[in-house]
């Protein structure tokens, strides 16, 4: 872990934005080595990235471990000259945490520090590099809810209201004194909401995509009002780059699509979409399966971004407009109906059954 290589460890990179982060860095950035840390919970597919080592040889390698495994994080360290890390690895899903807290505990805050500490004394035999980075990717969640107006800035005052959103606060605030207390050149993002290829169908978008195709229930929360600020994934890697290879230690960014939706306007919009492309129509219309169910505890009614800071120091904005990138996700779904089915366990099954039966 010292001079620049251009090897840098991703975390949970078998995951929806791991994924695509790594698959586009690759691509974008020809002279960097990429090393995947993932436990491959059930929202970790190594599929997602099996073609790598021949599309890409030498420049990628897969450990298949935890962030929470000490001597497996010093063997990394040992192994690979790294320039820095990007923390994907984390519990995602707010409805999971609802119901079993305890592995976002463990994951996004206790992973964490197990990293920050490993991290940090790595980074501390080798010299301190100045070139070394420590990018944790959070959400914008951590600050709460907001009305009908304004907007998150990264001078928002958190207030996690749900107990995934707690255990990210809780890891940006120990990432944040890692770098005041021991110098670790740190840096925090806080993005909105994600959408593209490889997202795990627990999550609003792919879940609709797949049950519009299935013909299912679609199962809006409450009357569907409530508002996020949508990015497309390949956005949030782009702005990624730029924050690992621009930002500031110590500094916060946050990261948005300035593209506000309500929940019950991105269902209409998946089911017009795909009916045109299914050709259906009058009874036959998806709309008709819409279910309003019993809201999620707890239910935060908007987040919003505002990217001005990322925008004016680094010189990032999104590219891809909301119409499009959504068009072009469906159309990746319906090309990919044999990842759908690959990732689709008895497990998906079980959550799915959990979370909406008797709703
Ligand atoms: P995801 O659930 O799709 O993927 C998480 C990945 O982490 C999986 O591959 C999983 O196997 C891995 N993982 C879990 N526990 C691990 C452990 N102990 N050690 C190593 N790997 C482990 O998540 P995502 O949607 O890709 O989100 C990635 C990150 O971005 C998360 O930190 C999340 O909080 C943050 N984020 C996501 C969004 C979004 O819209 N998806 C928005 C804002 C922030
Ligand atoms: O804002 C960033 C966050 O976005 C990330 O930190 C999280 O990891 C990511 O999961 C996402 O959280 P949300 O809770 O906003 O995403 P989700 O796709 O679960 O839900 C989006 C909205 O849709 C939310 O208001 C709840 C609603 N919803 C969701 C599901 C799964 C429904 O109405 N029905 C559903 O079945």
């Not at 990235?49 to 897969?62: E, I, S, V, W």
């Not at 519009?212 to 996020?228: S, T």
């Not at 990322?310 to 990138?325: D, K, S, V, Y």
Request: hydrophobic share 35%; proline share 4%; aromatic share 12%.
């Amino acid at each position: 872990m010292n001079a620049s290589t251009g090897t840098y460890l991703v975390t949970g990179g078998a995951g929806f934005i791991g994924t695509n982060f790594i698959r586009h860095t690759l691509k974008l950035r020809p002279q960097w080595r990429i090393v995947c840390l993932d436990a491959l919970t059930y929202a970790g597919n190594p599929g997602n990235l099996a073609d790598l080592t021949k599309l890409y040889p030498g420049r990628y390698r897969f450990v298949h471990g935890s962030i929470l495994d000490e001597a497996l994080l010093r063997v990394i360290i040992d192994e690979e000259t790294l320039d820095g890390v990007i923390h994907f690895a984390a519990e995602s899903h707010v409805d999971r945490s609802i119901l079993a807290p305890q592995a976002f505990i463990e994951t996004n805050v206790n992973g964490t520090c197990q990293l920050l500490k490993v991290f940090q004394s790595g980074w501390e035999q080798n010299g301190k590099p100045e070139n070394f980075r420590f990018v944790h990717v959070s959400t914008d969640e951590v600050y709460g809810t907001l009305g009908d107006t304004g907007y998150f800035t990264e001078a928002s005052p958190y207030a996690p209201n749900s107990p995934y959103s707690a255990s990210k606060a809780a890891s940006d605030h120990f990432v944040r004194a890692w770098h005041h207390t021991y110098g670790l050149p740190a840096i925090v993002t806080n993005c909105s909401n994600n959408y593209g290829p490889y997202q795990f169908p627990e999550k609003l978008i792919p879940l609709m995509i797949l049950n519009i195709l299935e013909e299912r229930e679609l199962p809006v929360y409450g009357d569907g009002a409530n508002i996020r600020d949508w990015l497309y994934v390949l956005d949030h890697c782009e702005a990624l780059l730029t924050v690992l290879e621009r930002g500031n230690p110590g500094e916060t960014y946050l990261i948005g699509g300035g593209a506000e939706k309500r929940n019950l306007e991105i269902v209409h919009l998946l089911c017009d979409l795909l009916d045109r492309l299914l050709t259906r129509s009058g009874a036959q219309g998806s709309r008709g399966l819409i279910r309003f169910v019993t809201d999620r505890p707890g239910h935060d009614y908007r987040y919003a971004i505002d990217a001005t800071k990322i925008r004016n120091e680094l010189g990032w904005q999104p590219r891809f407009r909301f119409e499009g990138a959504i068009e072009d996700t469906v159309a990746w779904y319906l090309a990919h109906m044999d990842w759908v089915a690959s990732i689709r366990s008895g497990e998906y099954r079980q959550w799915i059954e959990t979370n909406y039966n008797n709703r």
